[in-house]
Structures are given as C-alpha cells and as structure tokens.
C-alpha cells in the first residue's frame, strides 16, 4: 500500500502553535476543508495531527483539491525507476471517494487514517475498493490483473530478482484460484476478507503503516 504523497514527506513539519491562525490560513484555500473538530470525530487522528497533515498537504496543494494530473506527477516521484501512472490512476480513484475527479483533504484524511489506523476490516474493505475497479461489488481476474500489472509496472526492471514477462498473470492466477471459493469467475467482498485473513504475509503487511504517523 502506497499512501497519497501529498502530505507524506511533509508529518514531519513542527507543530502550529496557534491554532486561530491555522484556522485562518484554512479559510484562505479555494476549497475550504471542514472544521478540525469534525475531521478529528470523523478519522481516528488527533487535532495536532490533522493539523500538521494539513500543512503538508496545502503546501502541495494550495488550491485545497488534487486533480488526477497532479497525482500521479507527485507519485511518480516517488517510483522514478518505474512507470507509476497506471497504479496512480487506481489509487486517486479510491481515494476519491465521491468521484468528482478531485480528492479533498477530507478524502485524503478519510483515507488515509483507514489505512494507517484502521481494522482489519476496514483496511481490506478499502483494498477491495481499489481492486474493484468498475465498483461492482465483484473483482474479476481481468481487474486484478490490471492493478497486478500497474504494480509490477511501478516497481521497473530493477526488482530482485529480475521479474519474468508472465509474472503478474502468474501472481493472479495464483490469488484467484485461492480467493475464489465458489468458481464463479468473480471474487466478492467475503472471500476476499476471509483469504486474506488468511493470509499471513497479507496480514502481516496490514500492520506496515500503523506507527507512521
């Protein structure tokens, strides 16, 4: 899981110590995000937290909203021996949760504490999501192969050791022959939770992010 970058190289900046003026400089953006306090209801980060991630994100993004563009410009930054553009496209869309070709901060923070401060469940619920490319509560092999590719795209010739041409059909015929219980062709929200649960890698990297912040 790669997190929307941009705020990421940025939860480092110090604290604002004055809260009336950073809800000031908050009214100045052009899309005005909501009030802290709901944000802090609604995400399972703090006030300080939100507010030092909303200094990392207006920094990238003055205009308050990322358009699909600007996205993937940001993300290729951080796979410049890849092509991320593919993988960038399908992870705004699940970020842009009301898909209006825009993610706010509050679909950035929405998203982003799932997947730094989520369950279990929540954390598999949003990569179903991502999988789920036309958003019809089923993931084909067809789906998962595209994100598969985006993946290995991402990542460039410079993996270890040298992936072969087929590996990424490979990799989803092995996942969905496990995924799909029932041989129907589609892998639902069920059987992707419960093979993942399953999963002791899967689970293991669930647990990656959750000190990030």
């Known amino acids: 899981m790669k997190l929307l970058p941009c705020s990421a190289a940025k939860t480092s900046s110090p604290a604002v110590q004055n809260s009336v003026e950073d ?3 908050m009214a100045t953006v052009r899309h005005r995000p909501e009030a802290l306090e709901l944000l802090e209801a609604q995400s399972k980060f703090t006030k300080k937290e939100l507010q030092i991630l909303y200094r990392g994100f207006k920094n990238e993004c003055p205009s308050g909203v990322v358009n699909e563009d600007t996205f993937k410009e940001i993300y290729s930054q951080f796979f410049p021996q ?8 399908f992870l705004f869309n699940a970020f842009d949760t009301d898909h209006n070709g825009a993610v706010s901060f509050e679909d950035f923070i929405k ?3 799932i997947l730094l401060r989520g369950t279990v469940q929540e954390k598999l619920n949003w990569a179903f999501n991502l999988y789920d490319i036309n958003k019809d509560g ?7 192969l595209d994100i598969m590719k985006a993946i290995y795209d991402m990542m460039g010739k410079c993996t270890y050791p040298v992936l072969k041409e087929d590996a990424p059909r490979q990799h989803v015929e092995t996942f969905f022959q496990k995924m799909d219980k029932n041989k129907d062709g589609v892998v639902t929200i069920d059987e992707f ?3 993942c649960q399953k999963d002791e890698n899967i689970m293991r990297s669930m647990q990656l992010f959750e000190n990030v912040i």
């Open 82 to 89: 890849g092509d991320s553009t593919t993988y960038a496209h």
């Open 23 to 25: 809800e000031l400089e």
């Open 138 to 144: 089923y993931i084909t092999k067809e789906e998962m």
């Open 111 to 113: 998203g982003l504490s």
């Open 193 to 195: 939770i419960e093979s």
